[in-house]
């Protein structure tokens, strides 16, 4: 694996790296289990993770941040979350720094980015964004919830569903109508906190996996949010949505990409061990075979990763690119969790086996952040212009 060099890290990218990987060995490989039966991540650890620098890396160093203008440290954070295994933290961790705090950063109010871009970096402020609502998911257009204009403050009813980070969060991105007549126009982005009156949570959703990963439903009430805590302009919340989602896909590929790594090396090392008919697993040719397929699939996707790391870096990457990347590295993710758990036979269905796990975290990748059906929409409307 990873035979190719990757020049593009230097020394001071490898030595963040060892930084990160020491880091998830001692502060989140040990507590999974625990976190997992909890349904979310405990909040010392977002603290820790502050502590250490590793949340918001983009962060001015007027809000406590590093100001660090290099995408590659961000990329790096998300590999080594997802070589852990634990896909809760590899989800959640990077949603809060790589997706839900670009849109403080990029279009907050100085007020909005004073109060909350400093809790985000020490891990004190948990966020979230919420798209997805009952009755609409991947198609934005059609939300319902609303935010009336009230003079000095916009009032926010409805509800959203499927929320990662849901149930710790204190801030959140929120997509409502300003003018349910005007469709992809007639929506905006606000910033809501824990505290504003109206503002509740569901439990905990019992999903089939990511057991770590804390999303829940979130209820708005005639909650009232200050005119500061507009995203941008009014009207103009798609558009940033579709600016911002890039990245979001990007953050999922790379994800998806060392979880299924993870998962590889794992059943490399299990049929290496495990004996069967007076040799080991490892020794039949079919076995062989699928991993000689797999090592061949899983390179030549790192390299593409890697590709696309810099490219982004550089603003090169468009939304039918970053679309490509989240369609084909979920996919792949979940073809290797399936060929993986098949080499393990019976011991791959059972929970306390880490490709179990990962089987069950890799199903959702293609559903959220834009079903991978609608990935095929955007590339296929690149491809006809």
């Known amino acids: 694996m990873n035979s190719f060099p990757r020049s593009m890290y230097g020394e001071e990218h490898e030595m963040f790296r060892q930084s990160v990987r020491e880091f998830i060995a001692r502060e989140i490989i040990p507590h999974n289990a625990e976190w997992e039966k909890n349904k979310m991540v405990s909040r010392t650890s977002w603290e820790k993770l502050g502590e250490n620098g590793f949340l918001c890396l983009q962060a001015p160093e007027s809000y406590g941040g590093m100001g660090i203008d290099d ?35 990029h279009y907050g ?112 009430e005639d909650v009232q949010v200050p005119k500061e805590n507009l995203l941008g302009n009014v009207g103009e919340g798609f558009k940033y949505l579709m600016t911002e989602l890039a990245q979001e896909r990007l953050i999922v590929a790379f994800a998806a990409l060392a979880l299924a790594e993870f998962t590889f090396r794992a059943t490399v090392d299990y049929v290496k061990s495990r004996p069967a008919f007076g040799k080991t697993v490892a020794d039949f040719q079919n076995t062989r075979f699928k991993l000689a397929e797999m090592s061949a699939k899983l390179e030549q996707a ?74 095929k929409e955007l590339i296929a409307r690149k491809v006809l212009q």
């Open 302 to 375: 790192r390299i593409y990763c890697d590709q696309l790391v810099l490219m982004h870096q550089n603003k090169q990457v468009d939304a039918a690119m970053a679309s490509a990347a989240k369609y084909t590295m979920t996919e792949l993710q979940c073809d290797v969790a399936d060929e993986c758990v098949q080499l393990h036979g019976g011991y791959g269905y059972m929970w306390e086996y880490p490709v179990a796990r990962a089987y069950a975290d890799a199903r959702v990748q293609r559903i959220y952040a834009g079903t991978n059906e609608i990935m």
């Open 71 to 105: 995408f590659r440290y961000n990329a790096i954070f998300v590999e080594e979350l997802g070589l852990s295994g634990c896909a809760g933290p590899a989800i959640g961790y990077p949603l809060h720094s790589d997706i839900v705090f670009p849109y403080i950063l």
């Open 109 to 220: 109010t100085e007020a909005a980015k004073a109060r909350y871009i400093p809790g985000m970096v020490q891990g004190k402020l948990i966020s979230a964004v919420a798209m997805t609502e009952p009755g609409a998911g991947s198609d934005l257009q059609n939300i319902r919830a609303t935010a009336e204009d009230k003079g000095d403050h916009y009032l926010i009813n409805g509800s959203k569903t499927f929320i990662t980070n849901g149930y710790l969060a204190d801030v959140v991105v929120v997509a409502a109508k300003t003018d349910p007549t005007k469709g992809a126009k007639g929506i905006s982005l606000f910033i809501v906190d824990k505290d504003m009156a109206g503002f509740s949570k569901g439990k905990p959703f019992e999903k089939v996996g990511l057991h770590a990963q804390d999303t829940c439903e979130l209820f708005f």
